[in-house]
C-alpha cells in the first residue's frame, strides 16, 4: 500500500545561504515537506549610486547581509509509516559552488515489501552521484529497497553541488507494502562415516574396527542401518561374513559408533569396507585396509656328510626372508664344533670358532649366502650350527653334521711257536693284525703262503680260511675297528730241511696293495 506523506520536514537544510528554497509539490501523490520563500519585490531599477537619496530605498542593495536562519533543522525523521523509519541529514553548512551529501537511513519496523523512498531535490542544488543509484527525473531521485526483514536497516547517500545562496530543503516521501510469510524448512540429512582399524596384525592376532558415523546435515537421518562386510582372511566370532547394526534416528550433527573385534587368519593385505544406508539419506561407505603379515627369516645350512680329516670342508648359510615386511639389522653366526677349526668365513668377523656376518636390512624375498670353510685332524662326527637373528625379533637355525674320517693303520704280526724244527715235527704259526689308525677298515684279506719245507695242515681264526697248494686263505672281514685286533692259527708240518720263509699278504679296502710280513722257519 502506498501512503503519501505530507510531513513537513526539512531534513537536510543549509543555513550558510540566503537563497530561496522550493519544497516538493503534491501533484504526483507526495505531500509537500516545504515551502518557498521569496524576499519583497522590487520595483524598477534601483536609483544610480551617484544619485543622492534622503533615505535608503529597500530594493537597493544593502551594504551588508544579516545572518540567513534556517526554519528547518539539518536532521529529521520520517516517523514508522507503512512499516519504515526514514532518518536523513545534511551538514549544517556548506560554501557556494561546494558539494555536499545528504544522507538517509531506512529501517524496518516490521516486514515489507516494495521499499521506495523519493527524494525531490530543491532549486539551488545540482545532482552530482548516489550510492545506491538511484534513477533521476529531473529533481526527482528514487530509491528502490525491495522487500526488508523487521530491524533491517537500510543506507543511502546522494551529493549534490550548492549554486546559490540560502536555506535549501530536500523533500523525503517514502512508501512500503507490509506483508506477511509463509515458509517451509527445505532440509537433507548428509551422512558420513569414519572407519579405523590397525595398519598391521599377525596372523592370529585381533583386529579392533571402529564405524563412526556422523549427520553432517540439516534434519535428521532416519533408519540408519551399518553393514560391515569382513574379507577373506578376517574371521568373526559369529561366524558370519556380513555384519548388520541398527543405529535408529540421527539428529544434526550426531554420531554414533560401531565397534567390532574380528580375527586374522590369512596373511595378505585385506580391505574391510562398512555401508550406510539410511531411509531418507544417501547411502555412504568407508574402508579401513590392514596388513596381516609376518616377521620371519630362514636360515639353511648346508655342507659334505664326509670329510678325510686333515681335508678342508666347505660350508653355506643361506638366510631368506621369508615374511611380509623387511629385516633389518640382521645377525648371522656360525659357530664351529669343538675339534674343528675356521680356515676362512669371508666378510665375517672371527673371534675363536665362531664367525659372524651382519647385514643392515634384508627385503622380503630377499636371500643371502655365506661361506665358511672347517678342517680338523680329529677323526669323528662334528656338527656344525648357524643361527641367525634380526632386530624385529625374527630368528632361526640349522645345522648339519659331518663325518671326519681318519686312516686305518694296520700292523700285520706272523710268529711261529716252534723254531727249529725237524723234519715231520709240527709248529703253529700265529698271525695278528691290529687297527692302530683311527678309522674302521673293511674287507680285510689275510694269504699266508707256504714254501714246499713245511706244509700247512689245519687252519683257524676269526673268519674261516682254507688250504689250496701251499697256500692258506681266509675269508675278508669287515668293519674292523680302530684299536681292533684280529688273530689267525695255522698248524703246519715240516717237509725237508731248509730255511723256510713263511710270506703273509694283508688287503684291505684302505690298503689295495697287499702288506707283507715273512716269517722264517729252519727245518733240520
Known amino acids: 500500500m502506498k501512503r503519501q506523506f505530507g510531513f513537513v520536514a526539512s531534513l537536510l537544510v543549509m543555513c550558510a545561504t540566503t537563497l530561496m528554497w522550493t519544497g516538493c509539490s503534491s501533484s504526483d501523490g507526495y505531500t509537500n515537506i516545504a515551502e518557498q520563500h521569496y524576499g519583497m519585490e522590487c520595483p524598477s531599477p534601483c536609483p544610480p549610486a551617484d544619485c543622492p537619496a534622503v533615505c535608503p530605498d529597500p530594493c537597493c542593495e544593502p551594504l551588508c547581509k544579516p545572518a540567513p536562519q534556517c526554519r528547518y533543522p539539518n536532521t529529521n525523521e520520517l516517523d514508522c509509516v507503512d512499516g519504515i523509519t526514514v532518518t536523513a541529514s545534511n551538514p549544517e553548512m556548506c560554501m557556494l559552488g561546494d558539494q555536499y551529501p545528504i544522507e538517509f537511513e531506512v529501517c524496518a519496523c516490521k516486514d515489507v515489501c516494495d521499499v521506495e523512498v523519493s527524494v525531490h531535490l530543491p532549486d539551488g542544488v545540482t545532482y552530482e552521484r548516489s550510492h545506491p543509484s538511484a534513477d533521476v527525473d529531473g529533481k526527482e531521485l528514487t530509491f528502490h529497497f525491495g522487500s526488508m526483514r523487521a530491524g533491517e536497516v537500510r543506507h543511502a547517500k546522494v551529493w549534490v553541488e550548492c549554486q546559490c545562496e540560502g536555506e535549501l530543503c530536500a523533500c523525503f516521501c517514502a512508501k512500503a507494502t507490509p506483508v506477511r510469510f509463509c515458509a517451509i524448512l527445505c532440509a537433507k540429512p548428509w551422512?558420513?562415516?569414519?572407519?579405523?582399524?590397525?595398519?598391521?596384525?599377525?596372523?592370529?592376532?585381533?583386529?579392533?574396527?571402529?564405524?563412526?558415523?556422523?549427520?553432517?546435515?540439516s534434519c535428521a537421518a532416519e533408519d540408519v542401518v551399518v553393514r560391515d562386510t569382513l574379507p577373506e582372511g578376517v574371521l568373526h566370532a559369529s561366524g558370519q561374513s556380513t555384519l548388520t547394526y541398527r543405529l535408529g534416528s540421527l539428529a544434526p550433527c550426531e554420531s554414533k559408533t560401531v565397534n567390532i573385534c574380528a580375527q586374522a587368519c590369512a596373511r595378505g593385505e585385506v580391505c574391510n569396507t562398512a555401508v550406510v544406508t539410511s531411509s531418507n539419506a544417501d547411502s555412504v561407505s568407508c574402508q579401513a585396509c590392514t596388513c596381516i603379515c609376518v616377521c620371519d627369516v630362514e636360515l639353511i645350512k648346508d655342507g659334505p656328510q664326509q670329510m678325510q680329516i686333515g681335508e678342508s670342508a666347505d660350508y653355506t648359510v643361506t638366510v631368506r626372508n621369508t615374511g611380509d615386511k623387511p629385516l633389518t639389522d640382521v645377525v648371522v653366526t656360525d659357530c664351529a664344533p669343538s675339534g674343528t677349526s675356521i680356515v676362512a668365513a669371508e666378510g665375517a668377523r672371527v673371534n675363536g670358532n665362531q664367525a659372524v656376518w651382519r647385514l643392515r636390512s634384508l627385503d622380503v624375498n630377499e636371500s643371502v649366502t655365506f661361506n665358511i670353510t672347517l678342517t680338523t685332524c680329529t677323526a669323528g662326527c662334528f656338527t656344525n650350527r648357524?643361527?641367525?637373528?634380526?632386530?624385529?625379533?625374527?630368528?632361526?637355525?640349522?645345522?648339519?653334521?659331518?663325518?671326519?674320517?681318519?686312516?686305518?693303520?694296520?700292523?700285520?704280526?706272523?710268529?711261529?711257536s716252534e723254531d727249529p724244527i725237524c723234519v715231520g715235527d709240527f709248529t703253529t704259526y700265529t698271525i695278528t693284525i691290529v687297527n692302530q689308525g683311527s678309522e674302521q677298515d673293511d674287507n680285510v684279506r689275510v694269504v699266508v703262503r707256504f714254501p714246499s719245507e713245511i706244509v700247512p695242515v689245519s687252519v683257524s681264526g676269526d673268519s674261516p680260511g682254507s688250504i689250496s697248494n701251499g697256500t692258506v686263505t681266509f675269508e675278508p672281514y669287515d668293519n674292523f675297528s680302530p684299536r681292533q685286533t684280529l688273530k689267525y692259527r695255522i698248524r703246519a708240518r715240516a717237509n725237508r730241511p731248509g730255511d723256510a720263509r713263511i710270506m703273509t699278504e694283508v688287503s684291505s679296502d684302505t690298503f689295495g696293495s697287499p702288506i707283507t710280513q715273512q716269517e722264517s722257519t729252519i727245518v733240520n
Open 386 to 416: 648357524a643361527s641367525v637373528k634380526t632386530c624385529q625379533g625374527c630368528c632361526d637355525s640349522d645345522e648339519i653334521g659331518t663325518r671326519w674320517r681318519g686312516s686305518a693303520a694296520l700292523n700285520v704280526c706272523i710268529v711261529d
Open 191 to 217: 551422512l558420513v562415516c569414519q572407519k579405523c582399524g590397525p595398519e598391521e596384525v599377525c596372523p592370529g592376532d585381533p583386529i579392533n574396527y571402529t564405524i563412526t558415523v556422523t549427520n553432517r546435515g
